[in-house]
């Protein structure tokens, strides 16, 4: 009988144990969904534009097409920092001013050089694919105005007039 009985005090403890851990898990998920809506709310306090599916799927980073991206890059008004996350080896279609150039691979230690983690923060790569996962990264590290430039240097309007300047 003292054998069944510690056998059940043990599958009871491992319950409970299971049963903490889905509560911590919990805990992390509800924190990190109340930081992500207080990220939006300041956002939209500062007159930023927040996608809906920011809001409704819980995105936590922006989307921006390379027309909008552009538009903020030229906005001599509005503060913002640019980040590069492409492979160290690429060479950009184009030169953007001001782009401070991380590569995603050393973004996970170098993350702290972006110093503020308000200023809205435009990321952009070759292609667009790397400046994701710099933007998955950034948001667990705690910066909340994050945008990525879909289609990275690939789309970039610059990129179009470089093109046709080297085929000239």
Request: hydrophobic share 35%.
């Amino acid at each position: 009988m003292d054998l069944k009985a510690f056998q059940m005090l043990e599958y009871i403890n491992n319950r409970l144990n299971n049963i903490e851990k889905n509560i911590a898990n919990l805990d992390e998920k509800i924190e990190f969904s109340i930081q992500l809506q207080r990220n939006h709310l300041i956002r939209i306090k500062h007159g930023e534009t927040v996608d809906d599916n920011m809001i409704l799927m819980g995105q936590p980073y922006n989307d921006l097409s390379p027309k909008s991206s552009y538009s903020v890059y030229k906005n001599a008004d509005m503060d913002y920092i640019i980040v590069d996350v492409s492979h160290e080896k690429s060479k950009p279609k184009v030169h953007i001013e001001g782009v401070i150039r991380i590569p995603l691979e050393e973004l996970v230690t170098r993350y702290s050089e972006l110093q503020s983690k308000t200023t809205p923060i435009l990321i952009i790569s070759e292609k667009g694919l790397r400046s994701i996962q710099a933007c998955e990264l950034l948001v667990k590290k705690g910066y909340f105005n994050i945008n990525n430039v879909s289609g990275g240097y690939h789309f970039w309007p610059e990129a179009g007039t470089a093109n046709k300047l080297k085929a000239a």
